[in-house]
């Protein structure tokens, strides 16, 4: 965090207005209750998706509705919080600046640092002007993140960058009022990674056992087939561990060590996993139907779907979990056969299903 000085007689009165989503909170409420919504009734997606095309208060409200968060363990921006104390410390007076999202109060009452919530009328946002009318130009300091934010901070007697891209940055930097810049987020190369669990892909050599149990493994036209098919194997997989830590994020966050993953604790936005995972799926079936047999396709798919109704179902049913685990190491094989065009014999799938 860049150095905020020290406080002066109107700094003490102004109030330090806070933005909720994205700054001090790492994440957005609209798509944690979407996500929490399909988690807990996947049937109900088509609803969703009709209260969207009626509009974002019809969706925030069915949403609000479906849907509770646990505010305690949602991912808040510690160096934002610590800001925030020392302002509290020094008497100053903390505005929550929300959307119209009923968790915004509960957050507020969570944390116990807020002096107000201003939230936007039906239909607004909490803009400059809305800020300025309340508070006066120049009459408050302003925590933001983005680009929308320029505004604010530029009628802000001091602003503060959190967590913001170089162009916004510099940009903010200069209107020439910045009182300090938070970077409390690592870079996205190592989270990105961690969730795609890029070392599970070491499963994914079980595509080259027919090829090994048929003694072609010299076979350089085979073996790049079946390089390909590992590639693609892996990102279809990685396309699921995605989607699977969208859907988990609370049970995650109340867990000791998966409170750490990315999306979980909000080094990855909700809506970057959004974006990804079905890129990856998309790249994985386009690439697979172009240049490998149908039957790969059809393994792949079968995983997927199974992979799939594991996450969301299946492994809360005792027994069936541990024999859909086995199915999804035994497709693998299945795959491999498919990508190679060799025979599997009854022997070889029993082996592999029982000692999976």
């Not at 996500?35 to 609803?47: D, S």
């Not at 968790?103 to 002007?129: K, M, Q, S, W, Y």
Request: proline share 3%.
């Amino acid at each position: 965090m860049g150095d905020a000085g020290t406080l002066k007689a109107d700094e003490k009165r102004s109030p330090l207005v806070v933005e909720l989503e994205g700054t001090l909170l790492r994440s957005n409420l609209m798509l944690e209750r979407a996500l929490a919504f399909v988690r807990a009734r996947p049937l109900n997606l088509l609803k969703a998706l009709i209260w969207g095309v009626q509009g974002n208060g019809t969706l925030r409200d069915g949403l609000a509705r479906g849907t509770k968060l646990d505010v305690s363990v949602l991912p808040y921006d510690r160096a934002v919080i610590d800001l925030m104390s020392e302002a509290r410390a020094a008497g100053r007076p903390l505005v929550l600046a929300a959307g119209r999202d009923a968790a915004a109060e509960e957050i507020a009452g969570h944390l116990n640092l807020f002096d107000e919530v201003v939230t936007p009328p039906e239909g607004g946002t909490c803009t400059r002007d809305a800020l300025v009318a309340r508070y006066g130009e120049r009459g408050f300091d302003y925590v933001g993140n983005g680009g929308a934010d320029l505004p604010v901070w530029a009628a802000a007697r001091q602003a503060f960058v959190v967590n913001a891209g170089n162009g916004v940055t510099r940009h903010a930097t200069a209107q020439g009022n910045v009182g300090g810049i938070i970077r409390s987020k690592e870079g996205n190369f190592g989270a990105w990674v961690q969730a795609l669990r890029l070392h599970q892909w070491v499963k994914n050599a079980l595509i080259f056992v027919p090829l090994l149990s048929a003694h072609q493994l010299m076979n350089v036209a085979l073996l790049g087939r079946g390089l390909l098919a590992f590639l693609l194997f892996g990102l279809c997989a990685s396309s699921v561990y995605l989607l699977n830590d969208l859907l988990d994020l609370e049970d995650d966050r109340h867990h000791k060590s998966k409170c750490n993953r990315p999306f979980a604790s909000g080094q990855l936005s909700i809506k970057q996993g959004l974006i990804a995972f079905p890129l990856l799926l998309l790249v994985a079936f386009g690439a697979a139907g172009l240049f490998l047999p149908w039957q790969f396709v059809a393994s792949l798919g079968t995983y997927y779907f199974l992979t799939l109704s594991y996450s969301l179902v299946l492994k809360r049913q005792m027994a069936v979990d541990v024999i859909a685990l086995a199915l999804l190491y035994t497709i693998r094989v299945i795959a491999g056969a498919a990508v190679f065009q060799l025979p599997l014999t009854f022997w070889l799938l029993a082996f592999s299903t029982f000692m999976f």
